[in-house]
């Protein structure tokens, strides 16, 4: 079974910066694409990064050039530098793969951005 542990959100004030880890197990981690996502208050969960197997990267529009993603293949764990956080960032963030034709999530971690 696929288990995927996010850590590292927090509080932080705008223009300041997180760093999210995803920890992965019960796959072969490096042959999997891994992906984040976020959901605020009343809205649906959006797309916000991807890495791929071979580590190619793809973001959404509100997020290119602040935040960055990246995975260690050694530790099976895949990371979400945010810097430059705005309040619009506030949100649930989820770690996702999808593997064997199945997607699974974390439970989240909590990124709240005060003005």
């Known amino acids: 079974q696929v288990h995927l542990v996010e850590s590292g959100g927090g509080l932080v004030q705008a223009g300041g910066s997180l760093r999210l880890s995803c920890a992965a197990s019960?796959?072969?981690?490096?042959?999997?694409?891994m992906a984040w996502y976020r959901q605020a208050p009343g809205t649906q969960r959006e797309f916000v990064a991807l890495i791929s197997n071979t580590g190619s990267t793809n973001y959404t529009l509100s997020v290119k050039g602040r935040f960055t993603v990246s995975r260690d293949n050694v530790r099976n764990t895949v990371y979400l530098q945010m810097n430059d956080l705005k309040p619009e960032d506030t949100a649930v963030y989820y770690c996702?793969?999808?593997?064997?034709?199945?997607?699974?999530w974390g439970r989240g971690t909590q990124v709240t951005v005060s003005s």
């Open positions: 996702n793969t999808r593997w064997r034709q199945r997607d699974f």
């Open positions: 019960g796959l072969n981690f490096r042959l999997a694409a």
